[in-house]
């Protein structure tokens, strides 16, 4: 896990492949209700719902530290030990 406030290579992994399946999970939904190839307007949501929850992900990482705390310096949580 990285630091507070840093990201590393596993965290841009872990982001994409959240972002992976959330576009895959919402293509699947789109066919599933029209039994049809998402049109145009259905494949820009999904882009959105894709872009969202990679960014979602990333944002979450940046805010935990190390230790899985969230809005928590490395600091602070030295001190407290």
Known sequence: MSSFLRLNGEDL???AIVASLT???GSIYAIL??????????LKTIC?????AGCSYLIKN???????????K???LLAKE
């Open 13 to 15: 992994i872990k982001g």
């Open 23 to 25: 576009a895959v999970l």
């Open 33 to 42: 209700q029209t039994w049809l190839v998402p049109t145009l307007v259905e």
């Open 48 to 52: 959105l719902a894709w872009v969202g």
């Open 62 to 72: 940046i805010l935990t530290n190390s230790s899985g705390l969230f809005l928590i």
């Open 74 to 76: 490395e600091d602070a």
